[in-house]
C-alpha cells in the first residue's frame, strides 16, 4: 500500500511540475507587454490631448452639463 500511494504522490508532482512548466510568461515576456502598453499609453495621450479631440471632449462634457433633467 505504501508503494503504491509513493508511486501516486510522485506521479501527481512530476505530472503538475511538467503542467507547471510552461504557465504564465518570462520575464521578457513581460517586457515586451509593458513596453506595448506603454507605447499605447503614449499613443492614447497624444490623441486625447490633441486640439480637435479635446475641443470634442470638452463639448461633451459642457453639453453633459448643461443638460436639462
Known sequence: MY???R???RAL????????SDAGMVT???AMGIVAAVA???VLYK???SGQ???EL???VKRALNAEM
Open 13 to 20: 508532482v512530476c505530472g503538475a511540475r511538467a503542467a507547471g
Open 47 to 49: 490623441v486625447v490631448t
Open 28 to 30: 521578457s515576456e513581460y
Open 7 to 9: 508511486a501516486r504522490m
Open 53 to 55: 479631440v479635446s475641443a
Open 40 to 42: 499605447f499609453a503614449v
Open 58 to 60: 470638452q463639448d461633451i
Open 3 to 5: 508503494k503504491a500511494v
